[in-house]
């Protein structure tokens, strides 16, 4: 039995786009990620037009007032609009917008966030990071071509968080270590990696695991297609298609991911990580990062908690009062 598994960006999963989903969207992604060991996730809504955003957090404000049975769903990660066109990887480039104060401010009122990614080198981005810290939101440096000097700025204006490092980053260079070097040097920054083995090579992830220790948070980064077989996928001119283990647009761009939780523990190990290690990626930074309470093992706690067979394949997932199993 391990403490359950926290994912910090979970865009969608079996058929469901998180940022339109209703009550009953969430219910269905909320029992999907618990039959597969999360027991907490951060609904991932990536850039979209600012209207749309809000829906999508007032949307997320009522299913957090009467959460559905199965993984706790929490406030949600906001990447973008606030990125760099250079660095957006997938995200559309009409979608994204320079640095706005009343913008952030009118998402935040909308409904729950707790963390949000930006690109630091943008003008303004600065003073968004030091109004997130402020509300008790996660800033998180991503699809950035920042400098490092760059970096070391939003960290000293209250950043604690890298998504997805190695993707849609600034790439290092010995006399230009940017938002990677960074991340892997900076004690005060978690670094999330999409532990897919696809968004990354095994040998990066060790290297990330390495210098990163006690701080990796591994992410899925799923997007709707998850949990779902490639015929399953809609068929479209701008559909991502199945390509070497991960959706891929027709540019090439690999737009998200199709990992489950317990596929990142998995895969952690299989490049060497021990299992205390490897735990602790998938969910005890995660639970540090944002604050959360950790797993306790004591009459009166609330159960989070994965049991593993021998090839680490969750049996049951306790949750609060509840017990999931996989279908």
Request: glycine content about 12%; aromatic content about 2%; charged content about 20%.
């Amino acid at each position: 039995a391990v403490p359950g598994l926290v994912d910090l960006q979970v865009n969608g999963v079996a058929g469901i786009d998180l940022r339109a989903a209703g009550r009953e969207g969430y219910a269905n992604g909320a029992e999907v990620l618990a039959r597969h060991g999360a027991t907490a996730v951060q609904p991932t809504f990536y850039s979209q037009p600012l209207a749309a955003h809000r829906a999508s957090l007032e949307l997320l404000g009522d299913v957090l007032a009467d959460p559905p049975p199965g993984c706790r769903m929490l406030p949600a990660h906001l990447e973008g609009p606030f990125l760099s066109p250079v660095r957006r990887g997938a995200h559309r480039v009409e979608d994204l917008l320079a640095p706005d104060l009343e913008a952030l401010e009118g998402l935040l009122r909308a409904g729950p966030v707790g963390c949000m990614t930006l690109a630091p080198e943008l003008d303004g981005a600065l003073d968004l990071i030091a109004h997130l810290v402020g509300a008790g939101v996660v800033a998180s440096v991503g699809h950035t071509d920042a400098t490092a000097e760059q970096v070391h700025a939003a960290v000293a204006a209250g950043a604690r968080h890298v998504t997805h490092c190695w993707n849609a980053q600034r790439p290092p260079l010995a006399r230009d270590a940017g938002p990677i070097g960074v991340a892997l040097s900076e004690p005060l920054l978690t670094v999330g990696l999409i532990a897919d083995l696809v968004h990354v090579s095994p040998e990066v992830v060790r290297m990330t695991a390495a210098a990163a220790a006690g701080r990796l948070a591994a992410t899925t980064d799923s997007v709707q297609y998850a949990a779902l077989e490639p015929s399953e996928w809609p068929d479209g001119p701008d559909e991502p298609r199945w390509v070497d283990g991960a959706p891929q647009l027709a540019d090439g761009t690999i737009a998200g991911g199709v990992a489950l939780p317990d596929d990142c523990l998995r895969n952690l190990v299989s490049v060497g990580l021990g299992l205390p290690e490897a735990v602790d990626a998938c969910g005890g930074a995660q639970r540090r990062v944002l604050g959360l309470s950790p797993v306790r093992v004591s009459p009166g706690e609330r159960a989070e908690l994965v049991v593993l067979d021998e090839g680490l394949r969750p049996v049951r997932t306790l949750i609060g009062a509840a017990v999931f199993e996989p279908a």
